[in-house]
């Protein structure tokens, strides 16, 4: 069988896996797991197996005309390199993990079928995006992963919060969609097609009658779709979903589908200097942004949303200074042990019966409750953190040597602006990535209070999956040399200048964060052995806070006592801390721009409808409707009535004929 068949049937098997669980879940419950198990670990054998044939050597392209559409046809094509293989490959392992866990841990769901079915039809949306050689069709994969977030984020529609999520997330990715659609077809006009080879190629000719425009309009749907300032607020709230969910999106479908469509486009954008530095001020302010407000939360989940973006920032940037190896290898590593990030907080939310990093911390003995996920979320918080030798280390540094090169003018596309702006803030995320790090361990792990409740071990759908994204979150880094003849062949290997900078501002960050914890422990306990109470205002802030976004939790939790939790976030943001765990008040700015005039435009056309609109056609009524009132009150079907007006007219005729020839016998 060929590469390009191979290729085909990696996105066609979680499609049909999909389409059979929709057709069967209510019928044939037995054979929901299976179908939501084996197309996507079959898809991701593929990925693997075509990603051993193209071995980072020459691409492989193909395609077939789908239908003449005029001077611009639509193709189906496959465009197989490097990237592309090899970031198949995480969307099937994330896919794979995602589903077995979510067998044990959605395991008494009533909407488990249609859950299953669409984690297939996102997973195929997303292999459909990677290899698709036209922009046609990868648009198909793009719109899917919209409606799909929307249902996954909705799945429990029952709450309020799941409903506004995922309401809000499909909003906000579409009103990037829009500027994004316009940009596709205006690339497409100048370059004469939607295949993506062709469309390099215009632009390596200096084809392109409008970068810098194309380029924007093209940004702006990949700000809505990975997460990016000023289209970030969307992926916070989505945290109102399962927490499977979670980890798909954020690992390796659709936040990665617009980090992943600049690098397969990154030319369009390097033709135009001032998108580059667009792209970089984006960057720039959504990693230091995202950090402050990661250090503020108090849902776990929330936490790992804003580190998401975050880090999509660092890929974001990496591509503003024109290097996608770094980006894509960032977004390699990064996928893996988000993955397990997002998945081992799913253990921790079930052991401890709450969302809620308050709660956790006066809960005593959770990581003896729980071993796997706390040795396994240590590893990826080390990761994460980009601490040396795991993964992350090394795909961050990838992007700080790059950021550096451009700085220092080594770069022959990107401006060095953009370089200095993507240095800075990603030498100042390392130290707020690191920082909030380490409080969500402190925080859940190291807590001092009441027993934490003992559910015994956790399944080994859900454990296992844990063990076997540790894995690549600890070795990937070291696949940094091999890698780069995988990509451009650029450097992904750390120097000693930007490992000194990273390494050094993630050591203080993780310091200082341990050292203002246990000065608010202490300040816990003295206020504990002082019988200084909690006030109630600040009790019932808390309460609210502790309570889980969604009916995740399956186990009855015991209460936990109220008391106040020592967070050195607090410490650390000081008056900022208020703001940023608001996210900086995004949300109601925008309510304040866009929503209520939007709504007050709209209660204008309704009154102008209703009043002006509708009177008008009232009124084009109103006459035939008094005439026809008339004629029904004369029509009294009483015969002398009807003789009597015949005489009366009869009589009015003559005498009107009578004055009038007099009158002519006069003149």
Not at 2 to 19: H, I, N
Not at 53 to 74: F, H, N
Not at 105 to 131: K, W
Not at 213 to 229: D, H, M, N, R, T
Request: proline residues 5%; hydrophobic residues 55%.
């Amino acid at each position: 069988m060929t590469t390009p068949t191979l290729a085909v049937l990696v996105p066609l098997l979680p499609f049909l896996g999909a389409v059979a669980g929709l057709l069967l879940g209510r019928t044939s419950p037995g054979f929901v797991r299976p179908l939501a198990i084996l197309p996507t670990l079959a898809a991701a054998v593929l990925a693997v197996l075509v990603a051993f044939r193209q071995g980072g050597g020459k691409d492989i392209d193909t395609a077939t005309e789908l239908t003449p559409t005029g001077s611009v046809p639509i193709e189906l094509s496959l465009h197989l390199d490097g990237f592309a293989v090899l970031v198949a490959v995480l969307v099937g392992l994330v896919a794979t993990c995602v589903q077995l866990y979510s067998t044990a841990y959605l395991r008494e769901d009533p909407r488990y079928p249609s859950y299953a079915a669409l984690i297939s039809l996102f997973t195929s949306a997303m292999l459909l995006v990677v290899y698709s050689g036209d922009l046609m069709v990868l648009l198909v994969g793009w719109e899917i992963m919209g409606i799909c977030s929307y249902f996954l984020v909705g799945h429990y529609w029952e709450t309020e919060a799941a409903r506004s999520a995922s309401l809000k997330a499909f909003l906000v990715t579409k009103l990037g969609d829009v500027p994004f659609l316009i940009g596709l077809f205006a690339l497409a006009t100048d370059a004469g097609s939607f295949r993506i080879t062709k469309i390099l190629d215009t632009v390596e000719k200096g084809g392109l009658d409008h970068p810098t425009l194309i380029a924007l309009l093209l940004l702006a749907g990949v700000a809505g779709k990975s997460a990016q300032f000023p289209l970030h607020t969307w992926l916070p709230d989505a945290m109102a979903g399962p927490t499977p969910v979670s980890a798909l999106i954020h690992a390796a479908t659709m936040v990665a589908a617009g980090v992943y469509f600049i690098a397969r486009l990154l030319p369009v954008f390097a033709a135009s200097q001032a998108a580059l530095v667009v792209m970089a001020v984006m960057a720039a302010v959504t990693m230091i942004g995202s950090g402050l407000a990661a250090l503020a939360q108090d849902d776990i989940k929330r936490v790992l949303a804003y580190s998401t973006i975050g880090q999509l920032g660092y890929m974001t940037g990496a591509l503003a200074v024109t290097d996608r190896g770094a980006a894509v290898f960032h977004l390699l590593s990064h996928g893996a042990f988000k993955a397990l990030l997002f998945l081992g907080a799913g253990v921790i939310i079930h052991a401890a019966g709450t969302n809620s990093l308050a709660a956790m911390s006066r809960m005593d003995g959770l990581a003896k409750r729980i071993p796997d996920a706390f040795w396994t979320m240590t590893i990826a918080l080390l990761a994460l953190a980009a601490i040396p030798p795991f993964a992350g280390f090394f795909s961050k540094e990838a992007v700080l040597v790059a950021a550096e090169l451009a700085a220092t003018g080594h770069s022959d596309q990107a401006p060095a602006t953009a370089g200095w702006l993507v240095l800075i803030a990603g030498l100042l995320t390392a130290l707020l990535t690191a920082a909030y790090a380490a409080r969500l361990w402190l925080m859940a792990f190291r807590g001092r209070g009441a027993p934490a409740p003992d559910h015994g071990k956790e399944p080994l759908a859900m454990t296992g999956v844990l063990w076997l994204l540790a894995i690549p979150s600890i070795a990937f880094g070291l696949a940094a040399v091999p890698l780069a003849d995988w990509f451009d062949g650029g450097q992904l290997t750390p120097t000693l200048t930007t490992s000194a900078l990273g390494t050094g501002a993630a050591l203080i960050g993780v310091l200082l964060t341990y050292g203002l914890w246990q000065g608010a422990v202490a300040r816990s306990a003295a206020g504990a052995r002082g019988g200084a109470g909690v006030p109630v205002s600040v009790a019932a802030a808390e309460s609210a806070a502790e309570t889980p976004e969604v009916a995740e939790v399956t186990h009855d939790h015991p209460a936990v006592p109220a008391g106040t939790a020592p967070d050195p976030g607090k410490a650390l943001l000081g008056p900022l801390h208020r703001h940023a765990a608001d996210g900086f008040h995004l949300d109601a700015v925008y309510d304040r721009l866009f929503v209520r005039p939007v709504r007050a435009a709209a209660g204008l056309v309704r009154f102008l409808d209703r009043e002006v609109v509708d009177a008008y056609v009232s009124g084009a009524g109103l006459g035939p409707r008094l005439l026809g009132t008339l004629v029904r009150r004369a029509q009294t079907g009483n015969v002398q009535s009807y003789l009597s007006a015949l005489l009366a007219g009869a009589v009015v005729l003559a005498i009107a004929t009578a004055v009038l020839a007099n009158v002519n016998a006069g003149s």
